[in-house]
C-alpha cells in the first residue's frame, strides 16, 4: 500500500481536485516561469516525468508531468521555516492585539468568541453585602 505524504501545512497551497500538474500548473502555483520548472526537473529538485511529444520523427519536444505529492516535497524542502515557527510568529501578532482587535480577528476566523468579561469590581469593605 502507498504511504501519503503527510504535510497538512502545505497541502492548501495545492488545489485539491487535482493529482498530475502540467509545467504550466507548477509554474504558476510557485509564482515562477515554466523555465524555471523544467530546470528543476533537470537538477532533480523536483521529481516528474518527461514524455517526448510530437511526432516519431521530431521527438524534440517534451511535457513534463508533476505529481501532487513531489510538489508538497519540493515545498517542504525549499522552505526557509518550519510550520512550527509560522505559528509562533503567528501567535506573537495576535498577542500584541487588544482584547477588542482579537474578537474580532477571531469573529472573522469563523472561531468561537468568549464574552466580553466584566470589568473588576473593587474590594468590598468588611461586614458589607
Not at 485539491?16 to 510557485?30: E, H
Not at 516525468?49 to 525549499?78: K, N
Request: positive net charge.
Amino acid at each position: 500500500m502507498k504511504k501519503k505524504l503527510k504535510s497538512p501545512h502545505f497541502s492548501p497551497l495545492l488545489p485539491t481536485d487535482k493529482t498530475w500538474f502540467n509545467t504550466k500548473d507548477v509554474a504558476s502555483m510557485l509564482g515562477r516561469t515554466d523555465q524555471y520548472v523544467r530546470d528543476c526537473y533537470d537538477s532533480g529538485r523536483l521529481p516528474g516525468h518527461r514524455l517526448a511529444a510530437g511526432p516519431v520523427s521530431e521527438r524534440t519536444r517534451h511535457v513534463y508531468q508533476f505529481h501532487r505529492d513531489a510538489l508538497l516535497m519540493y515545498l517542504l524542502e525549499t522552505a526557509n521555516y518550519t510550520p512550527e515557527d509560522f505559528e509562533e510568529r503567528l501567535a506573537a501578532l495576535i498577542r500584541g492585539r487588544s482584547p477588542e482587535e482579537m474578537r474580532t480577528v477571531l469573529a472573522r476566523a469563523g472561531m468561537v468568541i468568549l464574552p466580553t468579561p466584566p470589568p473588576p469590581r473593587g474590594p468590598r469593605a468588611l461586614g458589607t453585602c
